[in-house]
T-cell receptor, first 111, second 116 residues
Framework: LAKTTQPISMDSYEGQEVNITCSHN???????ITWYQQFPSQGPRFIIQ???TKVTNEVASLFIPADRKSSTLSLPRVSLSDTAVYYC????????????FGAGTRLFVKA | ETGVTQTPRHLVMGMTNKKSLKCEQH?????MYWYKQSAKKPLELMFV???????ENNSVPSRFSPECPNSSHLFLHLHTLQPEDSALYLC???????????????FGAGTRLSVL
C-alpha cells in the first residue's frame, strides 16, 4: 500500500481557500486517491476521489499532477464548520480492501 | 445519515463482561469493516469482510471476535477487554472489489467504548 504524507495541522480564516497537499510517491498504477473528513467523535465522511488531473464536486476540488505522486485537496471559502481532520488515502490493487489511515491534517478555521 | 447504523452509541463495560457491537448497512454494499480509533490517534483497521468472508484480520487480539452473518450486518463480540481497549469503534461499508477498486467507504457514527 502506498504511504501518504500530509501536514499535521493547518490554520485558516473563514472565507479563505484552503489547499491541503498529500504526498504519495509510491502510488501504484491502479490506485485511486480518496479524501475523507472527520469531525470529533464521528466516523470519517467521504469528500472526493480522483485518479488523475482534476475532479470537482459541490464540496471540494482535487488536483492531481501528471506523475500522480501528490494530490491537493482544495476547499473553497471555508467556514468554521470545516474545522476537522482531513485524511488522504491511496488504495486499490493489490491492497484490495486493506485501508491505512494516516494521521491526517487537522484543519482549524478561525473567525 | 450515512446508511450505516451502529449500536449502541455508548458502552461502558467491566473487564469481565461480554458485550457485542452491532453494525447494519442499508446501502447494498458487499464489504464491511471494523476500525478502532483511540484518542487523538489515526483509525486502525481491525477486520474486513467481503460477501460475509473475512479478508483481513489486522493482528487483532482474540478478545475481539467479529461475526458477519450476511453482507448487511456485522458484529464485534467483546470479552475480557482491557482498559486500553477503550476507544471509538467504527464500522464502515463499501461497494468495492479487490482489484483496482474505487472502494469508497461509508462510516457509521461509531460506538464509544469505555472499559473499566
Amino acid at each position: 500500500l502506498a504511504k501518504t504524507t500530509q501536514p499535521i495541522s493547518m490554520d485558516s480564516y473563514e472565507g479563505q481557500e484552503v489547499n491541503i497537499t498529500c504526498s504519495h510517491n509510491n502510488i501504484a498504477t491502479n490506485d485511486y486517491i480518496t479524501w475523507y473528513q472527520q469531525f470529533p467523535s464521528q466516523g470519517p465522511r467521504f469528500i472526493i476521489q480522483g485518479y488523475k488531473t482534476k475532479v470537482t464536486n459541490e464540496v471540494a476540488s482535487l488536483f492531481i499532477p501528471a506523475d500522480r505522486k501528490s494530490s491537493t485537496l482544495s476547499l473553497p471559502r471555508v467556514s468554521l464548520s470545516d474545522t476537522a481532520v482531513y485524511y488522504c488515502l491511496v488504495g486499490g490493487e493489490p491492497g484490495g480492501f486493506k485501508t491505512i489511515f494516516g494521521a491526517g491534517t487537522r484543519l482549524f478555521v478561525k473567525a | 445519515e450515512t446508511g450505516v447504523t451502529q449500536t449502541p452509541r455508548h458502552l461502558v463495560m467491566g473487564m469481565t463482561n461480554k458485550k457485542s457491537l452491532k453494525c447494519e448497512q442499508h446501502l447494498g454494499h458487499n464489504a464491511m469493516y471494523w476500525y478502532k480509533q483511540s484518542a487523538k490517534k489515526p483509525l486502525e483497521l481491525m477486520f474486513v469482510y467481503n460477501f460475509k468472508e473475512q479478508t483481513e484480520n489486522n493482528s487483532v487480539p482474540s478478545r475481539f471476535s467479529p461475526e458477519c452473518p450476511n453482507s448487511s450486518h456485522l458484529f464485534l463480540h467483546l470479552h475480557t477487554l482491557q482498559p486500553e481497549d477503550s476507544a471509538l469503534y467504527l464500522c464502515a461499508s463499501s461497494q468495492g472489489t479487490p482489484r483496482g477498486s474505487k472502494n469508497i467507504q461509508y462510516f457509521g457514527a461509531g460506538t464509544r467504548l469505555s472499559v473499566l
